[in-house]
């Protein structure tokens, strides 16, 4: 695979990753009645996965912070960049993992206060540990294969970072001017 396709492939991943993610956890993990029979129409309050998975949502909005920081970064700052979304993704997946094995619906019947009858589903915790696994693949590519796909050219860095060199041209005076400095003291 060329550097490019490899690029496209973990940029891909680590935003579909976090977007799977972060849709996830706003969704409605469980609902439970509270209206205690008493209405002819059974009153639900919803609980979303934020509230037992509020971890998860932080860890996505990592994972597309990376996205644009894999775009900004060069050789060793993409390592770093990888690294850290594959471990924001490791860390999802551990967390819903944890909370799958402890129960969900135990979880779930702790954040309703203590309601019995709380009714889980099981999608939107499964599709947010999809996410996070396919988020840490992302970052791990990064990690990875990072160091060689190429980079911004200079153009894009601050003025202040680009060589002081006497204006020879036409076109060598205009960019001292807009370096800000005096191309003719």
């Known amino acids: 695979m060329n550097p490019r396709r490899e690029l496209r492939t973990a940029v891909l991943l680590c935003l579909l990753g976090s977007g799977l993610v972060l849709l996830a956890v706003r969704q409605t993990w469980a609902s439970y009645p509270t209206s205690g029979g008493l209405t002819i129409d059974d009153v639900r309050d919803d609980i979303h996965g934020t509230a037992v998975a509020g971890l998860a ?15 900004a970064t060069k050789r060793r700052g993409r390592v770093v960049v ?7 993704g490791l860390f999802v997946v551990v967390d819903v993992v944890d909370l799958l ?3 969900l619906g135990h979880r779930l019947a702790t954040a309703a206060q203590q309601q019995h009858d709380t009714q889980p589903t099981w999608f939107w915790p499964a599709l947010t540990l999809v996410g996070g696994i396919v988020m840490a693949a992302g970052g791990a590519v990064v990690a990875a294969r990072g160091r060689r796909w190429a ?29 800000g400095h005096d191309p003719t003291a």
């Open 57 to 71: 949502q932080a860890l996505s909005l990592v994972g597309i912070a990376g996205v644009v920081a894999i775009a």
């Open 82 to 88: 990888g690294t850290l979304v594959a471990l924001a």
């Open 101 to 103: 094995a402890r129960g």
């Open 151 to 179: 980079a911004l050219s200079s153009a894009y860095q601050v003025p202040a970072a680009q060589q002081d060199d006497p204006p020879a041209t036409d076109k060598g005076t205009w960019d001292a001017l807009d370096r």
